[in-house]
T-cell receptor, first 115, second 111 residues
Framework: SQTIHQWPATLVQPVGSPLSLECTVE??????LYWYRQAAGRGLQLLFY??????ISSEVPQNLSASRPQDRQFILSSKKLLLSDSGFYLC??????????????FGEGSRLTVL | DAKTTQPPSMDCAEGRAANLPCNHS???????VYWYRQIHSQGPQYIIH???NNETNEMASLIITEDRKSSTLILPHATLRDTAVYYC????????????FGKGTRLSVIA
């Protein structure tokens, strides 16, 4: 069966510090991968998605970046965090093959607090 | 931008059916209707999806109008654990286009 893991689960970082959140998927190949963010009291905002290694689409211009160094690994990064980067970050995957129902499966989430 | 409209909140008595409406008047012929829910501090959970016909699984039923401009998610016997934000989303499936979440409906199941 397929599983998705993301870490760390909780992170407290000072303004201006770097960020690295990691996400890995097991039990499937060539998945579509996504990063979403949910600020306190707000809806889910799509940040990045990837349909293959090295292929990243950015939905929102900001100081965050994403990379996909391996087929089942997705990394969210920042060189200098802002207060507004605080939130609940969710990684998700879906089957990239034709004929799939397009369901999204989410990780446990990473709660980032920038002070 | 989300292509659906949902009421911001609803209440439902425990044990009764919860009927969550969704308007998607601009839906295209090849777009599916998806429903997800998000329990506090967790990632969203897939519930059900459909194209034209009504669908039912172990979690819920999805009723889509004949003109496909609206749909209703039905939780037949709501429990306190069904309290969550419910998202109705339309998208082409399968595909590489991501799901765009709107604000959803906050369902409160009351004992």
């Amino acid at each position: 069966s397929q599983t998705i893991h993301q870490w760390p689960a909780t992170l407290v970082q000072p303004v201006g510090s770097p960020l690295s959140l990691e996400c890995t998927v097991e039990g499937t190949s060539n998945p579509n991968l996504y990063w979403y963010r949910q600020a306190a009291g707000r809806g889910l905002q799509l940040l990045f998605y990837s349909v293959g290694i090295g292929q990243i689409s950015s939905e929102v211009p900001q100081n965050l970046s994403a990379s996909r160094p391996q087929d089942r690994q997705f990394i969210l990064s920042s060189k200098k965090l802002l207060l507004s980067d605080s939130g609940f970050y969710l990684c998700a995957w879906s089957a990239g093959t034709s004929g799939s129902p397009g369901e999204l499966f989410f990780g446990e989430g990473s709660r980032l607090t920038v002070l | 931008d989300a292509k659906t409209t949902q009421p911001p909140s609803m209440d439902c008595a425990e044990g009764r059916a919860a009927n969550l409406p969704c308007n998607h008047s601009t839906i295209s012929g090849n777009e599916y209707v998806y429903w997800y829910r998000q329990i506090h501090s967790q990632g969203p959970q897939y519930i059900i999806h459909g194209l034209k016909n009504n669908e039912t699984n172990e979690m819920a039923s999805l009723i889509i109008t004949e003109d496909r401009k609206s749909s209703t998610l039905i939780l037949p016997h709501a429990t306190l654990r069904d309290t969550a934000v419910y998202y109705c989303i339309v998208r082409v499936a399968p595909g590489n286009t991501p799901l765009v979440f709107g604000k959803g409906t906050r369902l409160s199941v009351i004992a």
